[in-house]
């Protein structure tokens, strides 16, 4: 009798389940040994899907195949890929900084662009709104609710970047500090971003909890249909 | 400190006396000072001027004479000569007779100057000696004057050879006429010739006292046998005259002078007795000069025929051997054939002369007479046996052995000669009868006729002729005959170069011809007499004008000339003259060179200074080394100092106790979570509730979905790890059963991420497997956007060229489920399901401007959900579904279907409650360990 794929999958996903648990007890080579197979089946995972998704489909066939205007611009990518190639290598690795460049300078002007208007005035704007009536209003959020979720994200803005607010005056005896209102503001915005910190490890948390319940129930799962 | 000088180099205090410097070396006192003329001229020293006129008292009378005349006949050379004397002047020292074994120093020279090739500095004196260039002297090395002086082989020699290469004296010699001779010959022959048989005060004191000497020798003990040794040259020379005289006996002798003494006579009868031929046959003409020539006869040789005579009546009957053993060497070698001949002036005839009168004896007294005859005549004798190296001289003699059969059979050239001219015989001998003496009255014919040739007898020998005083010193004191010959050696060296040998006899054919004569006629002729005293040295020729003094200055040992001093000629040589001098010195005064006066580099222009280049005027300022500091920078420096000490010193790190997880409590942790899901999952419980309330993102999540329109374009961008697919999956579920329950959307799933197409096949083949969505048809999966946030924007500008083909490399854009989308804004709705907020936050940036009302739903994991709420806030998201907690509120909105939410709910809630639980616990625990310490604390103080 053949197993089935089914088995087949639902083993190896249990045995690689309890290998990564193992690592409760500490690092040992169970946990190592999934490690490497998962790394290396990634790996060799994102390669396939890279030629064959990417650098055929989108590269080699246009460049063999088709029309010349297509040929023409896919040569620059193509000599870029080349000189990339060349940072294998220590003594030529400077070939690839030509194509290097124009990657970094073209990624980050679509990242700042992308930041700017994207997130640095929109969420500006949205501090801003939080206490537009109207808007409350429109999205049936009671005005108090509405000044005080803006007071408080106000607060917790206001108070976070005083926190990061480095700026101090030496006083008669030497030593360096930072204006009262900015350590009462810088004292506030660390309970706001403790609280910050709390909720995303709350979330890290909840991630994990969810994946070890979801790993759990595939066990039980699994041993649940050979019983 | 008066004698303490200091140093102009060094400025340092040294003695006056110091000459230099013993902290520098440098010289102390100028180099141009004078020296001191009592110190005796060293090598580098510059010659002084020595007036040797001063040297005339003691210069023999005949000498003087000599000179005077010389001076009246050639006031042209004599002036040249003074003038040369005054220049440079031989040194105040008389050859010292005392060390036979070493040259005199006045003849020391001749062998440097032999040796050296700068012929050309040689003195006009000693060139008038040599007589001959450079080139002769390598020409012609057996040539020597001086032999020709001593022997007068002429034709013994090639008298054919230019008279360039003759010396000038000896050319004069050869050629100047008889008349010339006789004007040139000092005044003193002449008037020696007047007194005849009589004492004049005139003669030669030296000679008076040879004859005494001779006789008191002959009183003497034999060991001064060896005195003849010592003999100058002149004496040497004689005899050889009377040796060969006697080998020419037989020529027939015109003339006897009626003046010879008589032991002279016998001496001539002793050559008459020897069986020879009489030694000299003058012609008449010779005879008459002759005549007069033995009225010349000087007082030496009478006081010797003096002695003679006393010796022999002294004497007496006594045995030979023993007059032999009282008699000087000379004497005795002459006595024992005398004797046997029965000549009684044979004892007082003088070895010189006795040879020519024993060697015509040929045979009876021969060997007897070597052993005690002088070296010079033993080796005359046994020359070709007893020839030792010394002897240089007589090496030379023995080498023109060849032509002595034409020196015995026939007269020589230069003897013919004599027969007009009779030159070449000493002034001083030929002068007396003592020559002729030794000859048969008419045989010295050629000795007459040589009386000026004697004169032409050369400085040194000149010099040397009173030293004949030899005869006083003792018998320990003689030398070897070969040390006697050591300056005659050197002598020779230097006229190696004359173009005729003048001394060729072969001394082992001397003992059967000794008899020849010792001067040729043609040596002296010519032009001999002219140059006789022409080539005077310079010191004598400046004794000229001094007026001869009737007694003369005997010459002692004190006079003798210093070992340290160098000769005039010597000095001549030194390349520092008055020009020179005078030049340098001007040099000196601008400045240009230095002239070394003094040491090894005297004379030389330009010499390094001791210090080259620096000559400091004045000792260097001193300056203090003490560094000046105020009392600020010094604490300045203090200050730094500690600073770097204090970089020095090493910072100990402070250690903190690192915050390490408690074993137990971490398997606690483990055990209780572990155990708590796996509990709940096994039980299958559903203890806890769905959670109530619906958060404002996730309403307007709902509302989005539920505003798709039927059947729309819904992009999906499933940008999430696979390890947070069971998160994303139980978030993402309820919506999506929703949505594809109430719209039926075409779904079209892309992924920033390599695995996100992967994982859209897993979702839908999951938790949407009921729904009977199928590739191509109802969705699309595009597969791996590359390019990140660049792949985002380009995607959001022209979704159709930033991903032509999905994920199985087909054409995706002609597909169904985006059948009508060609841009990115064409899609009903955008649900990112996304577990890191940086991926939402690159498409919320990147399509921000591409996607204008399209709602945009993200879907993400717990973990990233509390960094996209802000752009819900600010509207850029308009709904948000954040992991099990918004899974699960959702499903409560789906009509009541059962989902993967509640399944997982009981588990992770109380799971959630037992992480408070714990980190409750462990607060509460940190904070009764914080107050335990401050109690603890609070009681220490």
């Known amino acids: ?66 029309p010349l205007e297509q040929k023409l611009l896919l040569v620059v990518p193509f000599i870029g890929a080349l000189l990339i190639l060349f940072k294998i290598s220590p003594r030529l690795a400077g070939a690839g900084r030509l194509a290097m460049a124009f990657l970094v300078g073209a990624g980050a002007a679509v990242t700042i662009a992308g930041a700017l208007g994207g997130t640095l005035i929109p969420q500006v704007m949205g501090t801003i709104t939080v206490f537009d009536l109207d808007a409350a209003s429109a999205r049936n959020i009671n005005i108090l609710e509405v000044i005080g979720n803006g007071s408080i994200i106000l607060a917790g803005t206001i108070f976070s970047l005083a926190y990061f607010h480095f700026g101090a005056r030496p006083r008669p005896d030497g030593s360096m500090h930072r204006l009262g209102i900015i350590e009462i503001f810088s004292w506030i915005g660390r309970i706001f971003i403790g609280i910050t910190l709390g909720v995303v490890f709350a979330g890290v948390y909840a991630a994990a909890l969810t994946a070890l319940i979801e790993r759990m129930s595939s066990l039980i799962d699994f041993i649940g249909k050979f019983l | 400190m008066a004698d303490m000088i200091n140093c102009p180099v060094c400025g340092e205090s040294n003695a006056a006396n110091l000459e230099f410097c013993q902290y520098c070396q440098s010289r102390l006192h100028p180099v141009a000072g004078s020296s001191n003329a009592d110190t005796p001229i060293t090598p580098g020293q510059i010659p002084t001027k020595k007036n040797t006129a001063e040297l005339e008292p003691i210069l023999p009378q005949w000498l003087r004479d000599a000179r005077g005349n010389t001076g009246q006949s050639m006031p042209d050379d004599s002036a040249d000569s003074a003038s040369s004397v005054n220049e440079y002047s031989p040194p105040q020292r008389p050859i010292e007779s005392r060390t036979p074994a070493s040259p005199p120093d006045l003849l020391a020279g001749l062998q440097s100057q032999a040796d050296s090739e700068d012929e050309d500095e040689t003195p006009d004196w000693l060139a008038s000696i040599t ?8 020409s012609s090395p057996e040539s020597s004057d001086a032999h020709r002086v001593e022997l007068g082989g002429k034709d013994d020699f090639a008298q054919d050879n230019s008279q360039e290469e003759t010396p000038d004296w000896l050319a004069n010699l050869q050629a100047a006429p008889v008349e010339s001779e006789k004007d040139e010959l000092a005044a003193w022959l002449r008037t020696e010739t007047e007194p005849k048989n009589t004492q004049s005060s005139e003669d030669s004191d030296w000679l008076k006292n040879l ?32 040796a060969y005289a006697s080998e020419n006996a037989g020529e027939p002798k015109n003339a006897q002078s009626a003046d010879d003494d008589d032991w002279l006579k016998n001496l001539g009868a002793q050559d008459y007795a020897s069986g020879t031929d009489e030694p000299f046959k003058v012609s008449s003409d010779d005879a008459n000069k002759e005549s007069s020539f033995s009225g010349d006869t000087p007082d030496w040789l009478r006081q010797m025929d003096a002695d003679a005579n006393a010796g022999k009546e002294q004497a007496g009957a006594s045995s ?173 060296s230097s006229e190696t170069s004359q173009p005729e040998a003048m001394f060729t006899t072969d001394m082992q054919a001397d003992s059967e011809s000794v008899d020849a004569p010792a001067f040729s006629a043609d040596a002296f002729s010519d032009k001999a007499d002219d140059s006789l005293f022409q080539e005077m040295p310079d010191w004598l020729s400046t004794a000229s004008d001094l007026p001869p003094s009737s007694t003369p200055t005997a010459i002692t040992s004190a006079d003798a000339i210093s070992p340290g001093e160098l000769p005039s000629w010597v000095q001549a040589m030194r390349p520092v003259d008055q020009g020179s001098a005078a030049i340098s010195s001007a040099a000196m005064a601008a400045g240009e060179q230095t002239l070394e006066t003094r040491g090894a580099l ?182 791996y956007l590359p390019g990140g946030v660049m792949g985002i924007r380009a ?98 909105n789906n009509a009541g279907r059962p989902g993967t939410a509640r399944k997982y709910w009981d588990a992770y809630s109380i799971s959630m409650l037992v992480a408070m639980a714990f980190m409750v616990i462990g607060g509460l625990w940190n904070m009764a360990l914080g107050l335990r310490d401050r109690s603890a604390a609070r009681e220490r103080r």
């Open chain 1, 1 to 66: 009798m053949m197993p089935s794929p089914d088995l087949i999958f639902g083993l190896a996903s249990f045995v690689f389940t309890l290998m990564i648990f193992s690592y409760v007890i500490g690092d040992n080579p169970l946990f190592r040994i999934a490690i490497y197979i998962f790394t290396g089946v990634t790996a060799g995972y994102i390669a396939a899907v890279v030629w064959w998704q990417v650098l055929l489909p989108r590269l080699i066939i246009p460049l063999i195949s088709g």
């Open chain 2, 131 to 138: 007589g001959v260039s450079h080139k002769n002297k390598k």
């Open chain 2, 211 to 242: 004859g005494e000497q001779s006789y008191q020798a002959g009183a003497e003990a034999t060991p001064k046998n060896a005195q003849p040794s010592e003999d100058s040259d002149w004496l040497k020379s004689l005899g050889a005259q009377d």
């Open chain 2, 320 to 492: 030979q051997s023993d007059e032999s053993a009282s008699l000087p060497d000379w004497f005795t070698n002459q006595g024992a054939p005398l004797e046997s001949q029965g000549q009684s002036l044979g004892e007082a005839i003088p070895s010189w002369m006795e040879t020519g009168a024993d060697k015509s004896e040929a045979t009876e007294g021969a060997s007897s007479e070597k052993d005690n005859a002088p070296d010079w005549l033993k080796e005359f004798g046994t020359v070709p046996a007893a020839a030792d190296a010394d002897n240089d001289w007589m090496k030379d003699l023995q080498q023109p052995a060849p032509q002595e059969p034409s020196f015995q059979g026939e007269t020589p050239a230069w003897l013919k000669n004599d027969d007009a001219e009779a030159v070449s015989v000493p002034t001083w001998l030929s002068g007396k009868e003592g020559f002729s003496a030794s000859q048969p009255a008419e045989n010295t014919q050629p000795l007459g006729e040589a009386e000026p040739s004697f004169g032409d007898i050369p400085d040194w020998l000149k010099a040397a002729a009173p030293q004949s005083s030899i005869f006083e010193e003792p018998a320990a004191e003689a030398a070897a005959p070969s040390e006697s010959s050591d300056w005659l050696s050197s002598l020779k």
């Open chain 2, 602 to 783: 005297s004379g030389l222009q330009g010499v390094l200074p001791a210090v080259p280049g620096y000559t400091p005027s004045s000792k260097p300022k001193v300056y203090s080394i003490r560094l000046q500091v105020s009392e600020e920078q010094q604490m300045h420096a203090e200050l730094l100092e500690q600073i770097l000490a204090a970089e020095a010193e090493p910072v100990p790190i402070a250690s903190y106790l690192p915050l390490v997880a408690s074993r137990g409590l971490r398997w606690l942790l483990a055990v209780v979570v572990f155990s708590t899901v796996l509990l709940m999952l096994s039980l299958r419980t559903q203890i806890f509730s769905m959670p109530l309330g619906m958060p404002a993102e996730l309403g307007s999540a709902i509302q989005v979905i539920q505003a798709i329109p039927e059947g729309a374009p819904v992009l999906v961008a499933t940008d999430y790890q696979p390890a947070r697919a069971a998160e994303m999956e139980v978030a993402a579920a309820p919506v999506f059963d929703q949505m594809l329950l109430l719209r039926h959307p075409r779904l079209t799933f892309i992924s920033t991420s390599e695995t996100g197409g992967i994982l859209t096949e897993r979702f839908i083949a999951g938790p949407l497997a009921g729904h009977g969505y199928e590739n191509r048809v109802s969705y699309l999966n595009l597969g």
């Open chain 2, 795 to 892: 995607f959001s500008q022209n979704p159709a060229y930033a991903t032509p083909y999905d994920i199985s490399l087909q054409s995706a854009w002609d597909t169904a489920p985006v059948q009508g989308v060609s841009t990115f804004s064409q899609f009903a709705a955008v649900i990112l399901m996304t577990d890191n907020a940086d991926s939402a936050r690159a498409w919320v940036e990147q399509t921000a401007s591409m996607r204008g009302s399209v709602p945009f739903v993200v879907i993400s994991s717990a973990q990233a959900s509390p960094m996209i709420q802000p752009y819900y806030s600010s509207g850029q998201v308009n709904g948000l579904v954040s992991g099990l907690y918004g899974g699960a509120l959702f499903e409560q």
